[in-house]
């Protein structure tokens, strides 16, 4: 047994299954070995970007990792921002990036650079094999800290002379370790807050964000006038119908303001003190008043949901929440321009129980993000780290790890540029993943940021930058190109029946949906 | 006047007038400033990775930078793998990062990253403006080091607040220094060599590989009976027709070693030992024999052209070379089934003089090169640091730095689809660039190295991951959707057909050529 072999089969071993793959030569022992470790699956991606963001929504839905494989320092280059956004989503992933053989690395050849700073950039935990031997101890030792909670990208660079070399043996199952249950003092703590007379606020993040933990910070909600919100960069929501639905933090500084006004407290499970995504001139970064005072009842290494459930209990509250989203009879617009809200309309009334939609929809996503929660019960996965080009490939991720559940990519046009390629391993794996493009021709949100920064009014040369109409991008056209059925909209009647069709049938396709200006 | 205004301004006066962007909200300022800056061109690209090839590219062709402008951490790291291209390339390049402003940075917001760190993996000289009033000097500086030989990316990192603050003044006109001559002891050494009986050869890399460089070499070469080799991954080759041609080092070791066989000396011009781009079980890295000694005629700081022809002067050879290019008629081949060898015959056949080829074939590359070495003179720009998607925006950046010059991207099916977003720029700047693709299906080269690094025999599934033909890509549809008019064509005749119709017209076309398997 080589070293391939052997770090496939300690994967496994570890309930690592998938591999997002663009393999080259330092890697063709791991590509060799796939037949005889069948029951690891290689997905393989165009260019490394969809493997990073593929591994990331692959966690966001499993909880449990799924590893790329990448070729040198310069593969693992292009896989990095969508790293550093599952890095902010604290997905675990295992990254395997080849290396020159060791007695090859001296020489300075063409691809040689240095792989371990790369890595660090997006992953506390790195590390280059030193020996064959080790192979299987290092890919126990790399499942096991990528799993430590919350979760985090763990890299294993692989000299190629070690993956052609006899192994050691396959390395164990590692323990996964469980999230820590917050002390009691902080419970009690938090308990005592919410019992002041004081405004308090409890913000979701991180899996508390899930089904248990939103039931319980409903609970608590019901019985107190607590403000219940939810962290917008998290990796994951379960939202819809039936569903206790926390207030999401806006993305512009003003309504967050608004929304936070008032209060003296605010509880942290999960997640950090809530900051706007960019700074402004003579504006505060921090979104929550500037007396607010910040409690932690769960960090993000501990078990928020189990803390809140402590909470409720501690506080007596078992009511169910006083709110839930307004039952919505999912009524579809009529014949009219399409608008975001008009399509989020049509999407909430459509999605299937158990969708999963991936969210890169930019300047869309405030208008369309209120319609989706009157929807079935379905998971959300929002934007985290910020680095645009991340939608279509954890749409594809998600569509692998979940291959029962239809999955709906919702794309700004400007954003879908950016990791087009995913198209193609989508296609090519049969996923069954529905892409809409919010075609509006321009980067707009840059439009708003351009006012925000008090950048001034843009001239003729400044406004052609943000300006992607130039010439049209015929998304219709680049989907069928990479092997997905596709077609382009404009009306709100043609959007819905399209839309339908693509909910009913299985498999990928593509409706790029232009929007009026 | 603005930072942001300050900093271009600065640019402009050091004849940096090129910025190829994917700007953000933190860059706001410096698009609002080419209104009142137009001498600075901005050319907006999809993704960050065309960014940084654009501007290797148009490096290569004028000695000179192109400044970038790309968005936070993330941004920067989707240009990183074409950096390491430039890197290797010795390109100069001004890398402008804009960053959080100041005052929001300490609070995590979701695209903080650490830049630095992305830029250190493929910049020696990075800087972080620490007050608004340095910006001038600090972008001054910035010029200076990228222009300091050979070359390098000069990173500059700058608060988005202080391309909103007044800045002080413009930064000054820097003096560029030249390449040092190489000392005459140098000469004199090289000298002793070339006239001992032993087997010498000559390396030429770097700005050797121009003009003059090759003028001097050829003529050493007819005085001696020297072998003049070229760096197959220089910046740069002029080539053709009644120029000198030294003989590129192959790909594979083995037709290396049997080149450089019988080699007691080998004098390096701007360039390493020459080394395999992969290292193989039990096979030796450096492809000259064992014992040959190495010689520093001129490292890669020093004016390699200048030292070749002192040496010419110490020699005596002033004759000219005793070898040139076989004289060629410049036929094209009958009606026949499309190889990369009858597609180099064509191009060679046909391509105007001045021509510029940006070359990433990949495993088609062996089989073209010769046939292009009796074209008509024109520049090749070889692939430098192996890090795939180079061809596509090196073209756009050659393209933009010879406008009257027509431009020729050479490129492998699945090279293509890392940066294929580099088309719908080419076809925004209405550029003069032809590519032609070399659609095989497969990452072909894999095959290869499949063998060479012992890795046994693909079953199917190892075999599917090498497989780019399932689905198909459609390079005429994909390249129509971003703009550009494309065909396939699958036999001789008709690839000539096209080609002669891309060479006598100007503007952008994409030529889909489907090889024989």
């Known amino acids: 047994m080589n070293g391939a072999e052997c770090l496939l089969r300690t994967l496994l071993i570890n309930g690592v299954n998938v591999c997002f793959m663009n393999p080259g030569t330092s890697e063709m022992q791991f590509v060799s070995a796939l037949d005889r470790v069948p029951e690891m699956r290689g997905v393989l991606c165009l260019v490394e970007g969809v493997c990073s963001g593929a591994a990331d929504g692959y966690a966001r839905m499993l909880g449990k990792p799924a590893s790329t494989l990448l070729h040198l320092g310069p593969g693992l280059a292009n896989a990095l921002s969508n790293f550093h956004n599952a890095r902010k989503a604290r997905s675990p992933v295992i990254s395997i990036v080849g290396e020159h053989s060791t007695q090859h690395l001296p020489y300075n050849a063409p691809l040689t650079a240095d792989i371990p700073a790369f890595a660090r950039t997006v992953s506390n935990c790195v590390r280059v094999l030193e020996t064959p031997d080790q192979m299987g101890p290092a890919a126990s030792a790399a499942v096991e800290a990528a799993l430590r909670p919350p979760g985090q990208i763990s890299t294993l660079i692989i000299p190629a002379d070690f993956s052609w070399s006899p192994a050691g043996s396959v390395g164990e199952r590692v323990d996964v370790r469980p999230r820590s249950i917050p002390g009691p003092e902080k419970i009690r703590h938090a308990a005592s807050i919410l019992r002041s007379e004081a405004r308090v606020g409890i913000l979701l993040g991180g899996s508390s964000l899930l089904r248990p933990g939103l039931l319980a910070a409903g609970k608590i909600g019901a019985a107190s006038r607590t403000l219940i919100l939810a962290d917008r960069n998290a990796a994951r929501y379960e939202r819809g119908c039936g569903l206790f639905a926390p207030k999401r933090i806006p993305y512009f500084p003003e309504p967050a303001n608004d929304l936070l006004a ?51 209990a501690e506080l007596g509250a078992d009511a169910p929440p006083a709110e839930t989203p307004p039952s919505n009879a999912r009524s579809v617009p009529e014949e009219g321009p399409l608008t975001p809200s008009v399509i989020g309309q049509i999407v909430a009334a459509m999605l299937p129980e158990g969708a999963i939609i991936s969210d890169e929809m930019v300047s869309s996503s405030e208008a369309v993000w209120p319609h989706l929660g009157s929807a079935l019960p379905h998971s959300h996965l929002p934007v985290t780290g910020g680095s645009i080009g991340q939608g279509l490939p954890v749409a594809l991720g ?120």
């Open 262 to 312: 008032g209060l003296a407290h605010l509880i942290l499970v999960e997640t950090q003190p809530p900051v706007s995504f960019f700074g402004y001139p003579g504006q505060r970064s921090l979104v929550a008043p500037e007396d607010c005072e910040y409690h932690v009842l769960a960090s993000p290494e501990e078990n928020g949901a189990a803390a809140l459930e402590m909470l409720a």
């Open 398 to 517: 998600a569509a692998i790890a979940c291959p029962d559940r239809k999955v709906v990519a919702l794309e700004a046009d400007g954003s879908a540029m950016y990791s087009l390629q995913a198209l193609w391993t989508i296609a090519r794996e049969n996923l069954d993943v529905t892409v809409v493009i919010f075609a509006n021709r321009r980067y707009r949100i840059l439009d708003v940021e351009r006012e925000r920064t008090k950048a001034g009014s843009f001239g003729p040369r400044a406004n052609d930058m943000i300006d992607i109409g130039r010439p049209d991008i015929d998304f219709v056209l680049l989907a069928k190109g990479l092997g997905i059925p596709a077609t382009r909209v404009d009306t709100s009647r043609a959007f819905a029946a399209r839309f339908r069709l693509a909910m009913e049938e299985r498999g990928p396709s593509l409706i790029e949906a232009v929007l009026c200006s």
